[in-house]
T-cell receptor
Framework: SQKIEQNSEALNIQEGKTATLTCNYT??????LQWYRQDPGRGPVFLLL?????KEKRKERLKVTFDTTLKQSLFHITASQPADSATYLC????????????FGGGTRLMVKP | DAGITQSPRHKVTETGTPVTLRCHQT?????MYWYRQDPGHGLRLIHY???????DKGEVSDGYSVSRSKTEDFLLTLESATSSQTSVYFC????????????FGDGTRLSIL
């Protein structure tokens, strides 16, 4: 069966450290993968998109990697700040659903001062 | 922020009643989506639209219908609400191509008693 797995347990890190979140998928062959941030009571906000032929993408303190062999994407936040505390969702193209996005359950990140 | 307005923001209703949720956009985007978000399931696609009067089913479409008579409005209807449809509903939009990032509204919290 198809699965998108993100760590359902919260990730707690100290301010200034690098946060690394994982998105693993099974039985998908996505041409691209996206990461979103969601704050409590708000809708998700798009952060980054990475295509299958891109190994890495950066935007300010954010870095995303995409390994189609391992079927995994890693999302890094360097020099993390308490304001980075949120839930982060990965989403990938679902070839079996009209190429619509399918979302993982998200990982909650808590950055402590 | 993308101009997406969801209404109502909160609603409590009884089992068996019809419910309509509205999504209004000011971005003139072609694609519009309805998702539900539940603990343990993440965001799941209900229906989507790729143009006026052009709609298709998503992963969890049973019990829901949609309509899009104008580019800017996408309606989600629960013909006869059930308690299992208690959820937070998000509308999203994207530009021409499905690979484009999606922009979300802030959701409607629907409780069915």
């Amino acid at each position: 069966s198809q699965k998108i797995e993100q760590n359902s347990e919260a990730l707690n890190i100290q301010e200034g450290k690098t946060a690394t979140l994982t998105c693993n998928y099974t039985n998908y062959s996505p041409a691209y993968l996206q990461w979103y941030r969601q704050d409590p009571g708000r809708g998700p906000v798009f952060l980054l998109l990475i295509r299958e032929n891109e190994k890495e993408k950066r935007k300010e303190r954010l870095k995303v990697t995409f390994d189609t062999t391992l079927k995994q994407s890693l999302f890094h936040i360097t020099a993390s700040q308490p304001a980075d505390s949120a839930t982060y969702l990965c989403a990938l193209e679902n070839n079996n659903a009209g190429n619509m996005l399918t979302f993982g359950g998200g990982t909650r990140l808590m950055v402590k001062p | 922020d993308a101009g997406i307005t969801q209404s109502p923001r909160h609603k409590v209703t009884e089992t068996g009643t019809p419910v309509t949720l509205r999504c209004h956009q000011t971005e003139n985007h072609r694609y519009m989506y309805w998702y539900r978000q539940d603990p343990g399931h993440g965001l799941r696609l209900i229906h989507y639209s790729y143009g006026v009067k052009d709609t298709d089913k998503g992963e969890v479409s049973d019990g829901y219908s949609v309509s899009r008579s104008k580019t800017e409005d996408f309606l989600l209807t629960l013909e006869s609400a059930t308690s299992s449809q208690t959820s937070v509903y998000f509308c999203a939009i994207s530009e021409m191509d499905r690979v484009q990032p999606q922009h979300f509204g802030d959701g409607t919290r629907l409780s069915i008693l």
